[in-house]
């Protein structure tokens, strides 16, 4: 269990809680002795590169969380280096919540799902916005995707912790249905052209 995500996580309330469930000595240990996690590792980085979609928490002024889910094609999370991700941010439905709260509070939450291989991951940092064309601009840009880039949003990354798939619904894609169905398509469609041809060699005898 990663020790910064205990860091962060297990605050004196959630403690409290443990103690008074009986697991807060279980997870002492774990965190004493667990890796750090605070760095990307390659396997979560190709792990965020084949995503199409995450989940992007804030905190508003008031206290509340503000969850907003952020979709594209793989890849548009992009690994800066191994403490910053980062991702192109087009025009929306112009509330602007997610960029009001970055304002007031840079803490900021990364939800990663993968609902194919049952695998999630959760990323705790800080999070901040560059309005406008920048020195991001080029490297956040999506490739074959026209939209303006309003602004770039960095994730500096502070704790990362992975989930048991214990769960977990499997889920596809359009896509990744697409291409499961395509050898079938091909099929059907090689059976109709041999059924067409035997209609037509009975019709001509």
């Given at each position: 269990m990663s020790r910064k995500f205990g860091e962060i996580a297990f605050t004196p309330e959630?403690?409290?809680a443990q103690a008074e469930r009986g697991s807060r000595q279980t997870y002492e240990k774990y965190i004493a002795n667990g890796p750090a996690?605070?760095?990307?590792?390659?396997k979560v980085a190709d792990f965020?590169?084949?995503l199409d979609g995450f989940y992007f928490g804030t905190?508003?002024?008031?206290?509340?969380?503000?969850?907003q889910f952020r979709?594209?094609?793989?890849g548009f999370l992009k690994v800066l280096d191994e403490k910053t991700l980062g991702f192109a941010d087009f025009s929306g439905n112009v509330q602007y919540i997610t960029i009001g709260n970055l304002s007031g509070n840079d803490k900021a939450f990364?939800?990663?799902m993968d609902y194919r291989h049952r695998k999630r991951i959760k990323i705790w940092g800080?999070?901040?916005f560059i309005e406008g064309e920048s020195e991001w601009t080029e490297r956040l840009r999506v490739p074959g995707y026209p939209a303006v880039i309003e602004r770039s949003i960095l994730f500096h990354v502070e704790a990362i912790s992975e989930n048991c798939p214990q769960h977990i619904p499997i889920r596809y894609s359009e896509t990744e249905?697409?291409?499961m169905i395509a050898p079938l398509r091909d099929r059907i469609a090689e059976l109709e052209q041999e059924l067409e041809r035997k209609l037509e060699h009975e019709l001509e005898h």
């Open positions: 959630v403690k409290a996690n605070d760095a990307i590792a390659p965020i590169a084949q905190v508003s002024s008031n206290g509340y969380p503000y969850i979709g594209g094609s793989p990364l939800f990663l800080r999070a901040e249905v697409e291409a």
